[in-house]
């Protein structure tokens, strides 16, 4: 979720003053969109900009919602620098269909679609058994798909549906691929690198940063903390991966990002904010080739080589919250999130 509508959100659910003061400070550093960080790219690079020059050939990709939005132009731009792109998708019709309008314009792409639910753990095993039984290598795993701001619901393993689908669902699919991302980083020589989308709503989460014991607390809860403890967990996630790749001596990173403020579908549960949005957005936000550039910067840039536990904004490194440095807090949400998805 983009700063801009962030801003928004803060305004219309009545945050505290200091809160917004901060989401002012970031808008500053972010605009205008011409600016330049040190990586020579700004908020209006794309994802074809971003990877200019760059050859993916040979490399195999995982794209989580991958059938719509930034997902969708992620899984094209990797296609079209000559990667393998796994298309995971909820929907089945309509990850065939990108697959078809990417083919039309790229015919020697190579992707293949395979379903994914996120919010079920069931069928987050079934895509990675069924993967793994393919037999293929794994070199890029981008965690893309996500909800927001989702009404108070329940996923199929009764899990609060926004941390269900943001953060348990990657979090178990990235820990039964992980065999197969090592062993192809180790045969290949190859960095193996792992991307997780957040966003810049991690910064709005609850006081306790993640609510462990209340994570499916209705009565306390709040669909924008809510979301904004989910993408927290992505950060978290990201940075104690980077903590165990580099005691195990894997040639893996992984990486969080924020990816921009990006007119996708993703405020459906707010209609008011997303009808504000909807007028403004043309003027104001990113569209999905600039959305997607953070992520195909981080996923294949050589810039990004040996980068690992960092956060990215604007194709360039950023700041992430002082919770999101919080090593104890990591560790904790790495057991909790194993307790989740591996119950004794």
Partial sequence: MGILVNKMIVRLKGLRTQKLFAV????????????????????????????????????????TGASS?????????????????????????????VREEILK???????DVMQLDLSSMESVRKFASEFVSLGLPLNL????????????MLSQDNIEMQFATNHVGHFL????????????????????????LSSEAHRFTYREGIRFDKINDESGYNSIW???????????????????????????????????????????FHSVINSVVTMVGRFALKNVQQGAATTC?????????????????DSNLS????????????????DFSLSLTNPK
Wanted: aromatic share 6%; no cysteine; glycine share 10%.
């Fill in 69 to 97: 939005g930034i997902g969708t132009e992620t899984t094209r731009v990797l296609a079209l620098r000559g990667a393998h792109v796994i298309m995971a998708v909820r929907n089945m019709d309509s990850g065939r269909k």
């Fill in 141 to 152: 795993l981008i965690n893309n798909a996500g909800i927001m701001a989702a009404p108070f």
């Fill in 297 to 313: 910067y981080v996923a294949l840039h050589p810039q990004v080589k040996g980068v690992s536990g960092e956060y990215f904004m």
């Fill in 319 to 334: 700041k992430a919250s002082s919770y999101a440095g919080d090593v104890g807090l990591a560790k904790k949400l790495w």
């Fill in 226 to 268: 809510a979301y904004g403890q989910s993408k927290l967990a992505n950060v978290l996630h990201a940075n104690e991966l980077t903590r165990h790749f580099k005691e195990e001596g894997a040639n893996i990173t992984a990486n969080s990002l924020h990816p921009g403020a990006i007119m996708t579908n993703l405020l459906r």
């Fill in 24 to 63: 002012d400070q970031n808008l500053g550093k972010m605009w205008p969109f011409g600016w330049k960080g040190p990586s020579g790219f700004s908020p209006r690079s794309t994802a074809e900009q971003v990877t200019q020059g760059i050859d993916a050939t040979g490399l195999t990709a995982i794209v």
């Fill in 173 to 196: 699919l990235t820990d039964l691929v992980l065999d197969t991302m090592k062993k192809t980083a180790r045969e290949s020589n190859r960095e193996g690198r792992i991307v997780i």
């Fill in 105 to 111: 314009e790229i015919p020697t792409a190579k992707i």
